[in-house]
Nanobody, 120 residues
Framework: QVQLVESGGGLVQAGGSLRLSCTAS????????MGWHRQAPGRQRELVAG???????YYRDSVKGRFTISRDIAKATAYLQMNNLKPEDTAVYSC??????????????WGQGTQVTVSS
């Protein structure tokens, strides 16, 4: 199994930056992709950015050019660099990892989430 722990959230003014970290433990070599999701109050959770082992990236349109996802394999950590933050980016951000178990079954693991609040 894979366990995830996020850090780096906080309160920032509009236009500011934050970097979120997501450190994986357990069967880290079985991870196929990692992503960052967010959920604002009263809204559905949405995928913000994703990165596969093959090097494919995904960004939702509203964060393109402002957010960057990256991964340090040696540290088993994924990052989300968020620049030029806007009040509408306020949400709980959660890290996700998709991985395969020993039987080839595809599973998904989630972190506990970290709050990001952007003041205007």
């Amino acid at each position: 199994q894979v366990q995830l722990v996020e850090s780096g959230g906080g309160l920032v003014q509009a236009g500011g930056s934050l970097r979120l970290s997501c450190t994986a433990s357990g069967s880290i070599f079985s991870i196929n992709s990692m992503g960052w999701h967010r959920q604002a109050p009263g809204r559905q959770r949405e995928l913000v950015a994703g990165l596969t082992n093959g090097g494919s990236y995904y960004y939702r349109d509203s964060v393109k050019g402002r957010f960057t996802i990256s991964r340090d394999i040696a540290k088993a950590t994924a990052y989300l660099q968020m620049n030029n933050l806007k009040p509408e980016d306020t949400a709980v951000y959660s890290c996700n990892a998709d991985y395969s178990d020993s039987d080839g079954l595809e599973l998904s693991s989630w972190g506990q989430g970290t709050q990001v609040t952007v003041s205007s």
